[in-house]
């Protein structure tokens, strides 16, 4: 069943479209992650789901049901925020089962959702805490809370461990991958971070200008990008891409077997070895520990590859690189990509 269902949805701010008419399916019990840069259109697309913003065009449908005109509280879906929008006056239990009781749940079947909800997180034991007293990560923890105890099938999360530290970011990320698949849920995820897109996701929706850019598996995406901006926005380096001129590497002698409509070719720096063909001198270099990124000046272009940290590099020094042939990208002057 599909979770969530786009038919030329769009909205407008005046004549600003923050969504361009689209069409988007995401299907149940998958963690689907809304990736793009800032104002791309990915937080407009969540809060269309919720119901928060209502569409200019198209129609909205959750679970097969059309929403299109309905309110959040009748759509079944749970939201959890950027800055966790906790009651700083009420307990963790409290904040927790607020919306139960806005909602005249039975005082029996609210105390059994926390019990088993405080316990899947790991909070029983601060329950009767206030927020003020818990870190930035039992804070993110009580919001996931109050979002998982209604048990809504479908759960909307817009980047809420942006506001944690890289360490604890990564550990939410392992908790919360781990917990959407151990209860099933259907998820949809709002971040600008690629490796969190990448690390978490079933699905990844690319977003740019309010346009969705590619669908896709993190393998598909990665391995396969449908067009020049999702090749250089995904992947922890981003992808050389460079200027073709007369079956030529811009600038350079370097000559290439690209397809006649290629006007770019993008290869990884993880696919660009040392010990090839191709002359370069090295023009400045990167260490991060592991890695050595090394960037060698081609013309007035500059590619740039992986080497091992333990690697020594001395400026202006020429070394010799080259690549396999089927770990070139190519595209075309709308930056598409073309499948040789």
Same mark, same amino acid.
């Given at each position: 069943?599909?979770? *969530?269902?786009f038919?030329?949805?769009?909205?407008n701010?005046?004549a600003?479209?923050? @969504?361009?008419p689209?069409?988007?399916?995401?299907?149940?019990? +998958?963690?689907?992650?809304?990736?793009g840069?800032?104002?791309?259109g990915?937080? &407009?697309t969540?809060?269309?789901?919720?119901g928060?913003?209502?569409p200019?065009?198209g129609?909205?449908?959750?679970?097969?049901r059309?929403? &299109?005109e309905?309110?959040p509280?009748q759509?079944?879906?749970?939201? *959890?925020?950027?800055?966790?929008a @906790?009651?700083?006056h009420?307990s963790?239990? +409290?904040n %927790?089962?607020?919306?139960?009781?806005?909602?005249?749940?039975?005082?029996?079947?609210?105390?059994?959702?926390?019990a088993?909800?405080?316990?899947?997180?790991?909070?029983?034991?601060?329950?009767?805490?206030?927020?003020?007293?818990?870190?930035?990560?039992?804070?993110?923890?009580?919001?996931l809370a109050r979002?998982?105890?209604?048990? #809504?099938?479908?759960?909307?999360?817009?980047?809420?461990l #942006?506001?944690?530290?890289?360490q604890?970011?990564?550990?939410?990320?392992?908790?919360?991958?781990a917990?959407?698949?151990k209860?099933g @849920?259907?998820?949809?995820?709002?971040?600008?971070?690629?490796?969190?897109?990448?690390?978490?996701?079933?699905?990844v929706?690319?977003?740019?200008?309010?346009?969705i850019?590619? %669908?896709? &598996?993190?393998?598909?995406?990665y391995?396969?990008?449908?067009?020049?901006?999702?090749?250089?926005?995904?992947?922890?380096?981003?992808?050389?891409?460079l200027?073709?001129?007369?079956?030529?590497?811009a600038?350079?002698?370097?000559?290439?077997?690209?397809?006649?409509?290629?006007?770019?070719?993008?290869?990884?720096?993880?696919?660009?070895?040392?010990?090839?063909?191709?002359?370069l001198?090295?023009?400045?270099?990167?260490f991060?520990?592991a890695d050595?990124?090394l960037?060698?000046?081609?013309?007035e272009?500059?590619?740039?590859?992986?080497?091992e940290g333990k690697?020594?590099q001395q400026?202006?020094?020429?070394?010799q690189?080259?690549w396999?042939v089927?770990?070139?990208?190519?595209?075309?002057?709308d930056?598409?990509?073309? *499948?040789?």
């Open positions: 069943m599909t979770a *969530v269902l038919e030329q949805v769009g909205k701010w005046g600003t479209a923050a @969504l361009h689209s069409d988007l399916s995401l299907e149940q019990g +998958e963690f689907s992650v809304l990736l840069p800032s104002g791309c990915k937080t &407009t969540l809060r269309l789901i919720a928060l913003e209502t200019s065009c129609r909205i449908k959750i679970f097969d059309d929403v &299109t309905e309110a509280a759509r079944g879906v749970s939201m *959890v925020f950027q800055n966790y @906790l009651f700083p009420l963790v239990a +409290e %927790v089962v607020f919306g139960l009781k806005i909602r005249r749940v039975s005082s029996q079947d609210i105390a059994a959702r926390l088993r909800t405080l316990d899947l997180l790991s909070l029983s034991h601060l329950q009767s805490r206030k927020p003020g007293e818990l870190s930035g990560g039992q804070q993110q923890r009580v919001a979002a998982l105890v209604a048990d #809504s099938k479908l759960c909307l999360m817009d980047e809420p #942006s506001n944690l530290d890289a604890l970011r990564q550990e939410m990320r392992h908790e919360l991958r917990l959407q698949q209860l @849920l259907s998820v949809v995820y709002v971040t600008h971070d690629q490796t969190e897109a990448m690390s978490m996701a079933d699905r929706v690319l977003l740019r200008d309010g346009r850019e590619q %669908v896709a &598996t993190p393998t598909q995406i391995q396969q990008p449908a067009t020049r901006f999702a090749a250089q926005f995904i992947g922890s380096a981003r992808m050389n891409m200027e073709l001129k007369d079956g030529k590497i600038g350079t002698d370097i000559a290439l077997q690209a397809p006649a409509a290629a006007t770019h070719v993008g290869v990884r720096p993880e696919d660009v070895r040392l010990g090839g063909a191709h002359r001198s090295v023009d400045h270099t990167e991060t520990g050595l990124m960037h060698a000046r081609a013309g272009q500059v590619i740039v590859l992986r080497a690697h020594a400026l202006q020094q020429e070394i690189l080259g396999d089927s770990s070139l990208h190519w595209f075309d002057k930056g598409l990509r073309i *499948v040789s």
